[in-house]
């Protein structure tokens, strides 16, 4: 398993931008997929985006186009730049880990605690 601590949650306006950032506790994450979800008050948590050892990434649908994933394997850092945000994008998001993008999408075994991200209209 792998600690995840994000960061970069806030407020922000409807159209405006944030970029969320996960950094991972173990020496290296480039054997592991990395992805992001999150979770809206009343609502299950749900799957954002995810991007495997080689860069491949994969997004949910509501978020295609708007949001960019990207990693830093130097870093052990993962990151979910947010564009065009809309106030139904508010909700707590996630870091999660696994071994691969599969596993990740499915059911990670490692999750970060989640940052707040509150889009206002």
């Known amino acids: 398993q792998v600690q995840l601590a994000e960061s970069g949650g806030g407020l922000v306006q409807a159209g405006g931008s944030l970029r969320l950032s996960c950094a991972a506790s173990r020496r290296t994450i480039i054997n592991f997929a990395m992805g992001w979800f999150r979770q809206a008050p009343g609502k299950e948590r749900e799957f954002v985006a995810v991007?495997?050892?080689?860069?491949?990434?994969y997004y949910a649908d509501s978020v295609k186009g708007r949001f960019t994933i990207s990693r830093d394997n130097d870093k052990n850092t993962v990151y979910l730049q947010m564009n065009s945000l809309k106030p139904e994008d508010t909700a707590v998001y996630y870091c999660?880990?696994?071994?691969?993008?599969?596993?990740?999408?499915?059911?990670?075994?490692?999750w970060g605690q989640g940052t707040q991200v509150t889009v206002s209209s």
């Open positions: 991007i495997n050892w080689s860069g491949t990434t």
């Open positions: 999660a880990a696994d071994r691969t993008q599969n596993a990740v999408v499915r059911g990670p075994s490692s």
